[in-house]
């Protein structure tokens, strides 16, 4: 079965970094467009950024210039590289993994940015 593993969220202190990983299995992950998104306590889970089966990428306002999504095809797996990381983006970080008929998710990962 389709599984996404993240990995590499922290604790980490405000303008500093972290690259969260997302390991897919079970699926032809070449042809699946890959997403990052993340649900603070109290809100709803938002969109943080996407790359296509292609490498097209798209990135809500608030990350633009501070967040960079990657994927490795041969690896399977999806990064989201994150800089000058602000207390705001303390949230819990799901990887999604959808083509015209499914979507998937991950468990998720912890980030905090706190000093």
């Known amino acids: 079965q389709v599984q996404l593993v993240e990995s590499g969220g922290g604790l980490v202190q405000p303008g500093g970094s972290l690259r969260l990983s997302c390991a897919a299995s079970?699926?032809?992950?070449?042809?699946?467009?890959m997403g990052w998104y993340r649900q603070a306590p109290g809100k709803q889970r938002e969109l943080v950024a996407t790359?296509?089966?292609?490498?097209?990428?798209n990135y809500v306002d608030s990350v633009k210039g501070r967040f960079t999504i990657s994927r490795d095809n041969a690896k399977n797996t999806v990064y989201l590289q994150m800089n000058s990381l602000k207390p705001e983006d303390t949230a819990v970080y799901y990887c999604?993994?959808?083509?015209?008929?499914?979507?998937?998710w991950g468990q998720g990962t912890q980030v905090t940015v706190s000093s």
């Open positions: 999604n993994a959808k083509n015209w008929a499914y979507s998937y």
């Open positions: 079970g699926m032809i992950f070449s042809v699946y467009a």
């Open positions: 790359i296509s089966s292609g490498g097209s990428t």
